[in-house]
């Protein structure tokens, strides 16, 4: 059973920064991309950013230059560095892990709150 838990959401001023941590436990094996979605109230749920297993990195245009994404390989663990954070950013940020290569498992965190006042 894989676990995966996020913390380090909260409520910010614009222009405030926040970093999001997510750490994967339990029975992981080859770790494949570890990422972050965030999904605001009446909206779909989108790609913040992404980071695969060898090291290359997505980003959300709307968020290119303010959030940087990282992990710690050993610890199975994912960070969003989020800089410059303005209201549109106010979502639930969820934590992503996808396991294995040619089989593949995905795996969810419960999501921790953002929320960005102007």
């Known amino acids: 059973q894989v676990q995966v838990v996020e913390s380090g959401g909260g409520l910010v001023q614009a222009g405030g920064s926040l970093r999001l941590s997510c750490a994967a436990s339990?029975?992981?094996?080859?770790?494949?991309?570890m990422g972050w979605y965030r999904q605001a109230p009446e909206k779909q749920r989108e790609l913040v950013a992404l980071?695969?297993?060898?090291?290359?990195?997505n980003y959300a245009d709307s968020v290119k230059g303010r959030f940087t994404i990282s992990r710690d390989i050993a610890k199975n663990t994912v960070y969003l560095q989020m800089n410059s954070l303005n209201p549109e950013d106010t979502a639930v940020y969820s934590c992503?892990?996808?396991?294995?290569?040619?089989?593949?498992?995905?795996?969810w965190g419960q999501g921790t709150q953002v929320t960005v006042s102007s």
């Open positions: 992503y892990v996808r396991f294995g290569s040619i089989l593949t498992y995905d795996y």
């Open positions: 339990g029975s992981i094996f080859s770790v494949n991309r």
């Open positions: 980071i695969i297993s060898g090291g290359s990195t």
